[in-house]
């Protein structure tokens, strides 16, 4: 695919962490496969943006123009402690 990058945090269900990838179904197609989500843009540049949940956090797996849908990702992130 592209890019892969683990992201390392403590969570204490994985239904906390699914809620908030969930909430980005707002701005961007959002495909929920439990334990797996698939990101991809409603509209402009093309991108996808794999997340599968692990113990440590999150493994991530993007490629094509995913800059700004991870700089929001990072920025709601930061912004709410995680």
């Keep these: 695919m592209g890019l892969r990058q683990e992201f390392r945090f403590k969570y204490s269900a994985p239904s906390e962490v699914q809620e908030f990838l969930r909430g980005f179904a707002h ?3 959002v495909e929920d496969r439990g334990e797996f989500f698939v990101f991809t843009p409603r509209e402009g540049p093309q991108f996808t943006f794999d997340c599968t949940l692990i113990p440590s ?3 991530s797996e ?4 995913y800059y700004g849908f991870f700089g929001m990702v990072s920025w709601v992130a930061s912004s709410h402690g995680s």
Excluded: F, P, Q, S
């Design 62 to 65: 993007r490629a094509g123009e």
């Design 27 to 29: 701005t961007v197609y």
């Design 57 to 59: 956090g999150v493994l």
